[in-house]
Every structure is written in C-alpha cells, then in structure tokens.
C-alpha cells in the first residue's frame, strides 16, 4: 500500500470526481468531497514525511520502466507542493458548504464538486508526475475543470470570465504541447529525466530552442505572469467565493511549478541561460508586473478583483525572485509560493464569508463592516498585513528572503523598488480597512454578522497559519532550501 | 523567587495578559480599569527588579523561538533599556490613573479598545526596551506601530482616520523602506544584526557602513528627523492620554531609543566618528532641532504645539547620539528620562484643559489659571523642565548635550541647541504666565470658582511635576544608568 501513495495520491480524487454525481444530495456531496480531499492530504504528509526520511521516491506506472512507462517522481519540490495543494483544498472544501449553498442552486452542487475534485486531480497530476507528456495532459484536466468551476459563478459576468480564460488557457495549453512535441520530435523521449539526458546533445538545433520558448511562454499564460495576465482577475472576481479561494492558493502556483521543473530539471538553467535572456525578460517582465497590479489594485472597487491583482502582482515577485538565478532566489520562490497560498486562501474565504452574509464584494459593501463582522474583517486585516508583509507573518519571512536574494545578487536598485512595491500593499489593504473602520454601514440589518462557525474556522485555521509559519519557518524555509539545493545541484 | 529570565519574558506577557484581562471586564469599568492599574503595579514591580538585578552585575538575558535560520527573538537587558523600561512602565501606571479621569470626563467611547491597544503597546514598548538584537527590536517596533494605529484613530471621525493615514503612512512606509533595508543590509555585511559593545563592522567595512547610516537614521521614523516628522502632529487627532503616554514617551521615546542603540551598539563610536555621512546627518538633526522649535512658536492649538516641540526636542538626542562623544551619549540618555516627565506633564495638562473648560487654543487660555491653578503651575514646572532651567530636571541632559557639541568641536551646533533653547522660553512660557497674569475674559461672576480636572488626572499630572522637580534635585539613579550605559557601550570617560 505505501509504495503506491504517490499514484494514490492523483487516483483518490481522479475516482472521486464522479462519484459526486452518484451521491448527488447537495449536503452529503460535500462532506463526501471533504473526505476525499482529506484523503489525499494525509497521502501528501505521507509522502512529505518519506521523501524527507528517505529521498525522492520513483514510482513507475503499471510496473513499466521508464523512459517506455510513464514515471512519477516524488522529490523534495514537489512532495512541498503536495503538500500545500491538497492542504488547502481540504481547508476551503470545509468553508464550501454553507459558501455554496448561498451562492449556487442546489441542483448545481453536485457539478461544483465533480469540477472540484478533477481540478484537484489534475494539479496533484502535475505535481508527482515526471513525464512532460503528462504535465500537458493533468494542466488540461485541471483547466477545463477550473473553467467549469468558474462559469458556475451566479453573476453571468462569469460566462464571459470563464470563456476569456478559456481562451487563453487553450493558447497556453496549445503551446506547452508544441514545445512538449518539439522536444519528442528531437530527443525521442517524453520522461523529464531522460529529456535532461538526451537534451544536451541536441543543444544547438533551433528546433530546441523554439521548443523551449513555446514551452516558457504557454507556462507563463498559466500563471498569469503580467502581460499575460488578463484572464486572471475577472476570472477570480466572478467565481464562486470558494472556487477563487481554492484556484488563488493553488492553480498559478502549480503553474510556477512547472516553469521551475522545466527549467531546471529538465532544460538545465545554464542552457537557457545561453540561448534566452531570461533572466532580463523575468527581471523586467516581474518587476513591472509588480507595478503595474499593484496600481491596478488600488483602484479597483470590488475587493475579489482588487485581491486578483494583488495576487498577480505577487507572482511577480516570485518570477523575479526565480530570475536571480541563485539558489537563495530559488528559495525565496519558493517558501513565497507557500506563504502566498495561506494569504489568498485567508483572504478569499474571508470575503466569502462576507459575499454569503451580504452578497456582494464591492468595496462599499463592506462599509462599516467593522462592527458587524468583527471576526471576518480581523481575518481581512490580518491576511492584508501578512500581504504587506508585518513581522511575525509570513510575508515578512518572503521579503526577508526575497530582499536578502537581492542584495547577495548586488542588484541593489531592485532591492528598492521591491521595497517600494510593498507599499503599495500598504495602500490597496489599507483603503479596505478605512472602508471598513470608518465608515457607517450602508444598510444596518441584524443578519449581517460574521458567518457561521464552518466558515470561520477554517478561515481562522488560515489566519493562525499566517502567523504559525510566520514565527516557526523551520517546515518553509528548510524545504525550500533542500530543494534549491537540489535543483542547483541538478539531481532530480 | 522568579528566575531572572522568567521576569524578563514577564514584562512583555504582563501587559498582553492585561489585555485578556481588560476585555474579560469589558462590561465592568471599574474592574477593566483596575486590571490596567494591577498589571502596571506589577510591572513596575518587575522592571525595577530587574534592575536591582542588573545593577548588582548579573546579565539577565533570553534567546528562544529562531524564526529565521540564525536569527532568533533575543532579549538582552543593558543599561539603556533598562532605562527606558523603568520610564515606561512608571508612566504607565500614571497614564492610567490619569486615563481614567480623562476618558470619563470626557465620556470617550470604545475605551475597553482603548485600555486594551494601550497594553499591547506597552508590551511592545517592553520588547523593544529589552531587544539583544535589531531583528527583535523591529519586531515590536512594528507591533507598536500597528497597536496605536486604533489608538490614534479613536474617535473614529474624518479627521482622525486623515491623522491615522499620515501616522501609519509615515511609520510603516519608513521602517519598512529603509529600516528593514538597513537591518538586512547589516545583516548581509557584517554578519549579525546583535547589538555588541563597539559595534558590529569593522574598518573594511566603512563604505556599506557609510550607507547604512543614514537608512537606520531615516528609518527609525519614531526619532521624527525631518522631513519625516509628520506623523507626529497628524498623531495629534488622538485622546490626550496616548498623545501624553505614546507621542511624548513610549513611540517617540522608542525612536530616539533605537537611534542611540544603533549608533552606540551596531555602528560604535570609533566607526561613527569616521563616516562621511555623520556630518551630514547632524546637521540634519541639528536643523530639525531649530525649524521644528520654529514651527511651534506658530502654532495657536496646544497640542499641535506641544507635539512641534516634542520634534525639536526628538532631535537634540539624535544630535547627541551622532556626536558619537560619551558626554553626547550621556546627554541623550539622559534626555530621554528627563524630557518624558516634562513633556508628559505638559499634556496632561494639555488634556486637563481640554476635558475642564474645553479649551484647546492656546489664545482661549488667558487667565485660565486663575481656575485651573495645580493645572497651570504643573504646566509651568513642566515647561521649565523642557527648557532646561532649574528646577526642572532638563537641566542636566541639555548641560551634557553642550558639552558634547564642545567637545565635538561643533560650536554650530552649540550654537543651534542654545537658540532653541531660547525658543523654547519663548513658545512655552508665555502659556503658563499669561494665564495668571491676565484677566479671564469669559468670567463671570459664578464662573470664577476654580473647577479643575477630575481627581485622578489631577493627581497624576500633579506626581509628574513632582517628578521633573525630583529629577533635578536628585538625578542620580538616572545618570548612573546613563553611564552604565556608557560603560556597557565600550566608551569610557567622558
């Protein structure tokens, strides 16, 4: 049985997904997606804790070796992932109840939870496996179903969101398997750890390298590196409060995921090095992205938008910090990717509990809310600070790392303007907190009150992690810097 | 008997089991305000013996909870901070005392979030007074900042959410921008953000240094340097209480704190003396000191004109820290004892006024201390404390800030100090004797009866005067931890 987990690991959930349909009842379809998920979460800590004792786990499909079988590998990186994927999906599938049933008709339950389920099969798929083939195929299955999950939003706004994000997300998709075929094409080989074999000997035809930037580019769609990020904050604005939870703490970081496997396991940094200028377009590329979201936050008026952009903004962050190609900007990447997905999932389940009490997320919705909802709108602050990134939260541990990178680099300039852009944080968290504080209420109704007790905990259960992995960042930062060093060791 | 190590974490967890305690009575008044006043008493109680402890040559130290690889939460108890623990935690007891009248006469709202933010930024205050290390001490400079957020905001109006955007605007953008810069840099360079007798760089080390310098000095935003300083007035919109406790004693304080710590045990005197960008920054300060006294001779609201001064006077301990001369170190320690009771005098009284005849301009004031006569005589010794002139205890610390400027060889400075002194005179005593001398415009008959604060606050501003008094006639115990301070620092003679 465990050395089955890690194909237990996408299995669970892949069987999952349309068992939802046979349960059907909207209230037993949720707890039944729950246990799923909680399944595939103690599958994940299992791995975690194996990988940590004993080193990367090869588990070959069906008993057939690789490079003819499809192999999945467990490593430092992923079994990190893992972990923080299925986590989070447990955590929001707890909130989803009561969010779902406001925002959803009943009949609709069942669908929510099948799309859930495979969106989640498919980026554990992209996690544990290591064949390139296969990333195509799970980062489709997550796509469609994230593209389902957010055309179930009630306002029909969703449509076209989701519809915009399909559009792109087939671009993207379309170029990851033109590189992925250019790649077969010259080396024969779909496993990732063969392709870093046989990929050298091949280095100098432009067919790799066409490969290769097919590949960057329709990866860097999906994770909605700026400019390609349009799809990604209508798409978040207009989802279920749930879905946005659950794709804001998952989906873009899986993308990241990928982006650094490609580069690093399989092209070999060094090589992209020289036949792209990488790490200038990432510089540039994130620290405008940084910028220009940023700005666009602090003047949107509806808070799931506002927090989108933020959430693009920060994955600028996380492709610069890649960008200064040293292990300790790898692992400032990386314990971000963490720290980012407890933010976003504290803040979005926040705001849906907001939208189940008062149906709306625009700003001045949330007037006066201070002393309404006390619980909710502490949860909002204290998920904004973590974003500005307080001491004793966990973004500060991100900027300390991330500032650190930069300075061992001596690109002191960024240094500043990294420094500069989190104030602009400071501006688009604390416009919501005067909205909050110091206005009156719009419509005093005795209804409005923070959500009930399955939402909150798992919003609080989030907030203390903000906090937990603030101060204790032994789990973050110790497996964030094993991988770096492996990655830069170029073990895989 | 506690361990020593056991007290030390105490006096950062007493005032934050305060808080459980104080929102617990939310419902009693009378019980929340004595939680606030028992865990002030106990607090006093830990601090001073601490101080016993560390007097009689024990090291009372803690380090726990690594948060990042090599950089743990470290508290390390040394003459400065034990300084400035004993300030807070005594003022505390009497801020609250004095809260208490103020915030029921002046039938505040929301005081449990009141009494509540205020015990969480004495606990910060605790941690930043016992900080071993600069990563720890900007930990709880930012808790602090964050905590009086609520507190500067309180009244919830338009004016007090503008006055909380400056506030937080101004500190956090600071700390952040080049605080946080500053301390990852010196981590980078030397190695260790712990703070050690003689500094941390050595001499190869000068240019990062040299750049360090005036990050750490714009960074710490609580000193108020110009042109950061803003906060400061826009803090102002608060309770008298906090403006008294926080924005004349534990947020400023901490600032000129940290200033004198960074330059003492991070930079060292021998380093600071060398850099070309000292120069630079004293004059800066030195400028401050002067436009700051300036800008309160204009300034007709009281408050406003008590928190200018508190700028100028913010400065003059900069100055002495950056003269990097024992005399200027001892001056600067000293100053922050001695300017906290006068300046904290002066706005209780300020609030006084304010909750008794609803006055806040000062041209409202004439003759007002014909009905608020212990008000008006507090102000006076108060004033004379800020000065510099016996009987107050400000005497001392501005006679050594001079001597170092002398012995600096910055007769500018010297020069600069003096005026502002004059200044001083000139913006804050005409306040106290125009109103005795002159007639009370708006008396009337029945209206001559001397009607002053309520009780508590005026027995809590009345125990300050007494205290800028005492600390002229005895300022012994606090130039003794100056100079311990001194010897703590490596810096021997004058």
Redesign the interface.
């Known amino acids: 049985m465990i050395e089955h987990l890690p194909i237990l690991q996408v299995l669970v959930p892949l069987l999952g997904a349309p068992l939802c349909i046979i349960v059907r009842n909207p209230r037993m379809v949720g707890l039944f997606a729950l246990s799923i998920s909680t399944i595939t979460f103690l599958v994940s800590c299992s791995l975690l804790q194996q990988v940590l004792q004993n080193g990367t786990i090869v588990y070959e499909l069906g008993g057939w070796a690789a490079p003819w079988g499809i192999e999945y590998r467990i490593d430092y990186l992923n079994s990190y992932l893992l972990l923080l994927v299925s986590a989070m999906s447990a955590i929001v599938l707890v909130a989803s109840q009561s969010s779902i049933s406001r925002e959803l008709p009943r009949n609709r339950h069942m669908l929510f939870y099948t799309a859930y389920l495979l969106c989640l099969t498919g980026l554990l798929g992209i996690l544990c496996t290591g064949d390139a083939f296969n990333v195509f195929v799970f980062l489709e299955i997550s796509s469609l179903s994230s593209y389902t999950l957010i055309a179930l939003g009630n306002d029909r706004r969703a449509l076209t969101a989701a519809y915009q994000y399909l559009i792109m997300g087939t671009i993207g998709a379309t170029f990851i398997i033109i590189g992925v075929g250019l790649m077969y094409m010259m080396t024969g080989t779909l496993n990732m750890y063969d392709l870093a074999q046989r990929l050298p000997e091949v280095h100098n035809s432009k067919t790799v390298l066409s490969a290769i930037g097919f590949f960057i580019v329709g990866v860097c769609l999906k994770l909605a590196l700026f400019p390609l990020h349009l799809w990604l904050p209508n798409a978040y604005a207009f989802a279920p409060s749930i879905a946005t939870a659950f794709l804001a703490a998952t989906s873009t970081k899986v993308a990241v995921y990928v982006l650094i496997r490609f580069i690093f396991s399989v092209v070999g940094p060094e090589f992209v090095d020289t036949v792209l200028p990488l790490q200038e377009i990432f510089v540039v590329l994130g620290v405008s992205g940084i910028f220009a979201t940023s700005i666009s936050a602090i003047y949107q008026l509806n808070i799931k938008r506002l927090f989108a952009y933020s959430s693009v903004a920060q994955i600028g962050y996380m492709i610069l910090a890649l960008a200064i190609g040293t292990p300790l900007g790898l692992t400032a990447t990386l314990i971000h990717l963490f720290n980012h997905a407890l933010m976003k999932a504290a803040l979005f389940l926040a705001i849906g509990g907001v939208v189940y009490r008062v149906g709306s997320a625009q700003l001045s919705h949330f007037a006066g809310l201070g002393r309404q909802m006390p619980w909710t709108m502490a949860a909002i602050v204290a998920g904004g600070?973590s974003l500005?990134?307080?001491?004793?939260t966990v973004g500060f541990?991100s900027?300390?790392y991330l500032?650190?990178a930069l300075?061992?680099k001596g690109w002191w300039p960024l240094?500043?303007l990294v420094?500069?852009s989190?104030?602009l944080a400071?501006i688009y968290v604390?416009r919501i907190v005067?909205w909050v504080?110091?206005s009156s209420p719009r419509i005093v109704l005795d209804e409005v009150k923070d959500p009930p007790l399955s939402q909150l905990v798992p919003i609080y259960i989030l907030v203390v992690a903000n906090f937990y992995f603030?101060?204790?960042?032994?789990l973050t930062?110790g497996i964030s810097k094993k991988a770096a060093e492996m990655l830069f060791g170029g073990v895989f | 008997m506690m361990s020593s190590e056991t007290m030390l974490l105490l006096t950062i967890l007493v005032p934050l089991a305060a808080v459980i305690g104080i929102v617990g009575a939310r419902r009693y008044p009378n019980l929340r305000e004595a939680v606030s006043l028992t865990a002030a008493l106990v607090l006093i109680y830990l601090t001073y013996n601490l101080y016993r402890l560390t007097e009689s040559g024990v090291n009372v130290s803690w380090e726990g909870l690594q948060i990042l690889p090599g950089l743990a939460l470290f508290f390390n108890i040394e003459p400065l901070g034990q300084l400035f623990s004993l300030i807070g935690s005594f003022l505390w007891l009497i801020t609250t005392v004095y809260s208490i009248g103020y915030m029921r006469g002046h039938q505040e709202e929301n005081q449990t979030r009141f009494y509540l933010c205020f015990a969480i930024a004495i606990s910060s205050v605790m941690g930043i007074a016992y900080a071993g290390n600069l990563f720890t001490l900007f930990i709880f400079y930012e808790i602090l900042t964050l905590s009086t957020y609520p507190l500067v905001t309180h009244a919830g109006t338009e004016k007090a959410k503008l006055g909380g955007r400056v506030y937080l605007g101004i500190l956090l953008t600071t700390s952040i921008l080049f605080l946080l810069l500053a301390i990852i840099g010196t981590w980078y360079t030397a190695g260790t953000v712990d703070f050690r007798a003689g500094g941390v760089f050595d001499q190869s080390q000068k240019f990062a240094a040299a750049v360090l310098l005036p990050l750490y000095i714009f960074g710490i935003g609580k000193a108020a340097i110009m042109p950061f300083h803003r906060w400061l007035p826009a803090a102002m919109v608060a309770p008298t209480p906090v403006s008294a406790l926080l924005h004349a004693v534990a947020v400023v304080k901490a600032g000129v704190f940290s200033v004198l710590k960074v330059c003492t045990y991070i930079f060292g005197f021998d380093l600071l003396g060398q850099l070309p960008t000292t120069e630079f920054l004293l004059y800066l300060a030195g400028a401050s000191v002067i436009i700051a006294s300036l800008v309160a001779m204009k300034q007709d609201n009281l408050k406003a004109r008590l928190a200018y001064s508190t700028v100028s006077q913010l400065s003059y301990i900069t100055v002495g820290a950056l003269l990097a001369n024992g005399a200027g170190a001892l001056g600067g320690a000293m100053h922050i004892g001695m300017h906290a009771f006068g300046k904290i005098t002066l706005f209780f009284c300020a609030g006084a006024i304010m909750v008794a005849s609803h006055k806040t301009e000062i041209s409202d004031m004439h003759g007002l201390g014909r009905r608020m006569p212990v008000t008006m005589a507090a102000f006076f010794i108060g004033s004379l404390s800020i000065i510099g002139l016996p009987p107050g205890g400000g005497t001392w610390s501005k006679w050594y800030l001079m001597i170092a400027t002398i012995e600096a060889d910055k007769l500018i400075l010297m020069a600069v100090l003096m005026a502002s002194s004059l200044l001083n005179i000139a913006y804050l005593l005409p306040i106290p004797i125009k109103g005795f001398l002159y007639p009370d415009p708006d008396a009337q008959g029945a209206d001559k009866k001397i009607r002053e604060a309520p009780l508590p606050s005026l027995i809590a501003l009345s125990l300050t005067a007494l205290g800028c008094i005492v600390l002229f006639v005895y300022p012994q115990p606090l130039y003794e931890l100056a100079t311990h301070f001194l010897e703590a620092a490596g810096l021997h003679g004058r």
């Open positions: 600070l500005i990134g307080v001491p004793l541990v900027k300390w500032v650190l300075l061992e240094t500043i420094l500069i989190s104030l400071l604390w005067e504080y110091f603030g101060i204790d960042t032994s930062v």
